[in-house]
Each structure stands twice: as structure tokens, then as C-alpha cells.
């Protein structure tokens, strides 16, 4: 039986260690990745070491680092986002996994392609064109290059090279981004993905590109070495966009990846609270569990009372109750709960929850997003 007092509630329900694969979370927290471009270089420093290690100390169980880039040219948009590849880069996330170890905690990165969302010209490789499954921009603009064989082939065997490495650095497992309308989400969407060779077409055909990622990185890494997978229904710009419009879609869409060797399924959604489909309560990460019998992650606006989109525009969050997330995670609708700019405003986040002192969160504000602290 759960308590009746809320904070003895929230301590019970969310401070329970949780398995995956061969790791053992401390507890049903986690940091949900989030892009900071504080790498010069691509190359994390100290600075990022102690932000993630903050986290960690303040009480959450897994860090799930901002996205890395793959060693493609096309992957990246940015010289300041971390990169996944090069003795440098992973030198400075070998001292980052150390600082998080250290403080308690365990800890991801996301391996990250960009597809079609990168800019032309725009580092860390100018001459590389956006690229994706049919050169097609998110709005069906043609504006990129459309993959060949090789092309594919490369960035599979890039993922699975970071997966590889990320291992070998002492790094507890790895999430694919599959979500917001990225190079692998490019795949799994139609309005992205026009091909007519065995990578396009049906929902199953669709996921074809994501399997072999995930199938790649299975085979490079040791067999209990959790690979988390995120999916989203929404992209960046079209938050009306939908891979599934009913379960079976879905199922489609999962089955193949859980084949693949995913161990567990990141669910993003701009709101936890609400349903993915008609006639049942159950949110993505709900459905994507009863569908695969996998762990999922659940995130969108936890601890907040507004969303994200909001916080670009200026707006600030103000603290919210997370009595509904608790109802759900009593049901066991998901396993792991993804915190964002909650964890922005206040590194102690977990920790308050865990002790009752929600009385002292700090709101999360969208100046916070142009400091590493």
C-alpha cells in the first residue's frame, strides 16, 4: 500500500530502483536529454562533467545526456553540440561518466544523426548536405540529399561504432534518437520518408532503417548493455504529426525495434497527462509497453505547468504537483519518468521530491537556458 501523505507518496513510488538489462537504476528518475551547446569543438570540459554530476548528486538515477553526434559529416548542425566520436570528445565524456559514477548516479548519452534538420553550410562539416530518406525538409520541401545504400550503410555502421565506444568508456548503456523529426524519425515518418525500395512504405518497411541501427549497435555491444530507443509522435514545427493514428499502426512501429534488441522505449510527449489514443487513459509510453512487454520512459512537462514551446517564447514555468504522474506510475502504465527543465531550474529536484521539500523548488525560467550551471 502506498501512503496517504504526498510526499511520503512520491518518496515510495519514485525512489524504487528499477532494472534494465544489466543496470540497475537507483530510482525511477531520470534526465531527459536536452541540447545545451556547451562544447567548443564538440568537446565536452569540466563544465559539463559538473553539470551532469549536479544532477546526479541532487537524486537522479539515470542521466540521459543532450544529443552526441555520430561520426557522419551530415550528422550535426552545430559546433558547440558534443560530438560522439574522436579521442578528444570521448576523452571528455570518459571524465564526465566518472563524475556522474562518482556522484551516484548512472548515465546514457544520446547518439544523435540530424537528417534534414541540418543547415547547409553550418559546421561541424559545411560541405556535407542535409541528408535524409528522401531529401525531403519536415515541411515536404525538397532541400537535402536523398540517402543511398552506402549512405545508409555509413551512418549504421557509424551508430553502432558510438554505441561501441560508449561502452568501452565506462558509459552504463545508450539511447538512439529516433524522435522530433530526425534523421531516424525521418524514416519512420511518411511525410519525410517517400522511398519505394525497402526502406519505404508500410509503417514495417518504414522501420527497417531504425532495426538495423538498433540490430548494429545490439551486435557491437555486450548483450545486457541497455539501448534505450526515444520515439515521439510530434516533430519539431509540426506537433500535429503522427507515425501511429491507432495502435496497431504502432505495433508496426515497435515490434520490429523490440526484434531489433531495444531494451527499453523513451516515449516524448509534450504532456505525460494526456491519451495517445481514443477509448483508454494510456499515454505513449503506456501503449508502447503494453505493446512490446518493454520498460518505457515517459516525459513531457513533468513538474511544470506549461510546456516547452512555451519556455522559447520567453514564458516561465511555474512549479506543478505531480499527483497525476504518481496515480499512473502506481498502475505501472511506465516504468522511468524523464524530467527536463524541471531539472534546469533546480539541479535538487529529485532530491526535494524525494524528501518533501517541495516548498523550496525553484521555477524553471527560460534565462536558464544560456548558462551551464
Sequence with gaps: MTSSDPAARAAQVLSRP?????????????????????????VPGADVAEYYARRAAGGVGLIITEGTYVDHPAAGTSGAVPRFHGEDALGGWQKVV?????????IMPQLWHVGMAREAGAPPFPDAPPS??????????????????????????????????????????IELHGAHGYLIDQFLWSGTNQRTDAYGGDPVARTRFAAEIAAACRAAVSPDFPILFRTSQWKMGNYEARLADTPEELDAIVAPLTAAGVSSFHCSTRRYWLPEFED??????????????????????????????????????????IDRLLDRMERDEFDLVAVGRALLGDP?????????????LVPFDASMLRTLS
Excluded at 148 to 173: C, K, N, P, S, W
Excluded at 352 to 357: A, L, N, S, T, V
Design 280 to 321: 483508454s487513459d494510456l499515454n505513449l509510453a503506456g501503449w508502447v509497453k503494453k505493446l512490446s512487454g518493454l520498460p518505457t520512459v515517459t516525459v513531457g512537462s513533468v513538474g511544470l505547468d506549461n510546456e516547452f514551446i512555451q519556455a522559447f517564447q520567453g514564458k516561465q514555468a511555474g512549479v506543478a504537483g
Design 132 to 173: 535524409g530518406p528522401s531529401g525531403l525538409g519536415l515541411d515536404g520541401t525538397p532541400s537535402g540529399h536523398a540517402m543511398t545504400q552506402q549512405d545508409l550503410d555509413d551512418v549504421i555502421a557509424a551508430f553502432a561504432d558510438a554505441a561501441r565506444a560508449a561502452e568501452r568508456i565506462g558509459f552504463d548503456g
Design 98 to 106: 566518472e563524475a556522474v559514477h562518482a556522484a551516484g548516479g548512472t
Design 348 to 360: 535538487e529536484w529529485a532530491a526535494k521530491i524525494f524528501e518533501g521539500r517541495t516548498d523550496e
Design 18 to 42: 528499477f532494472s534494465l538489462g544489466g543496470l540497475t537504476v537507483p530510482n525511477r528518475i531520470a534526465m531527459a536529454p536536452m541540447t545545451r551547446e556547451f562544447s567548443p569543438g564538440g
